[in-house]
Antibody, heavy 119, light 107 residues
Framework: EVQLVQSGAEVKKPGESLKISCKGS????????IGWVRQMPGKGLEWMGI????????RYSPSFQGQVTISADKSISTAYLQWSSLKASDTAMYYC????????????WGKGTTVTVSS | DIQMTQSPSTLSASVGDRVTITCRAS??????LAWYQQKPGKAPKLLIY???SLESGVPSRFSGSGSGTEFTLTISSLQPDDFATYYC?????????FGGGTKVEIK
């Protein structure tokens, strides 16, 4: 079964750093782009960026460029989303997704990681 | 950036109704459009890609149409499991954009 398994919920304070993960299984992890999608409480979906685990080629949405870092470790079939200094406005659900191709539709979704940033 | 506008934002319907949701792009995206269904507390699920291609395992009561700037998602006979929020997403440019969503509620 093709699946993306995300790391668990996080509660952090403003200014702290964070790295969440997404492990792919059931398919060739290095052959598909992986993306991250944000959903703020009660709001819609926003694309953050994508990475090709085969060579770590990365693309960011202009709205998130410089705000987060996307990376991948192909040896353990895992992609990451990280923040160096969290803000309260980063409170959201974060989904990792598999894309059918670069800038394509998203055919597999992880269950999501809830990030809460509060003092 | 390409903007995606969905209408209506909320739709009230009954089981058995035919339901149509519209998605408009701010510029032509050819047929590079997908539709997703999201239920409360769950991750979105791909229904339709390339405007009209049904994803494997998705019931045939779901269909998509359109090209250029105007697209529709149709549910031919609404079932209890279909009450959810639906999102369109364009993938024409080197960017990915979602519509604001359409919540389908029980009438």
């Amino acid at each position: 079964e093709v699946q993306l398994v995300q790391s668990g919920a996080e509660v952090k304070k403003p200014g702290e750093s964070l790295k969440i993960s997404c492990k792919g299984s059931g398919y060739s992890f290095t052959s598909y782009w992986i993306g991250w999608v944000r959903q703020m409480p009660g709001k819609g979906l926003e694309w953050m960026g994508i990475i090709y685990p085969g060579d770590s080629d990365t693309r960011y949405s202009p709205s998130f460029q410089g705000q987060v870092t996307i990376s991948a470790d192909k040896s353990i079939s895992t992609a990451y989303l990280q923040w160096s200094s969290l803000k309260a406005s980063d409170t959201a659900m974060y989904y990792c997704v598999r894309l059918r191709g670069e800038f394509e539709h998203m055919d597999v979704w992880g269950k999501g990681t809830t990030v809460t940033v509060s003092s | 950036d390409i903007q995606m506008t969905q209408s209506p934002s909320t739709l009230s319907a009954s089981v058995g109704d035919r339901v149509t949701i519209t998605c408009r792009a701010s510029q032509s995206i050819s047929s590079w459009l997908a539709w997703y269904q999201q239920k409360p507390g769950k991750a979105p699920k791909l229904l339709i890609y390339k405007a009209s291609s049904l994803e494997s395992g998705v019931p045939s009561r779901f269909s998509g149409s359109g090209s250029g700037t105007e697209f529709t998602l149709t549910i031919s006979s609404l079932q209890p499991d279909d009450f959810a929020t639906y999102y369109c997403q364009q993938y024409n440019s080197y960017s990915l954009t979602f519509g604001g969503g359409t919540k389908v509620e029980i009438k």
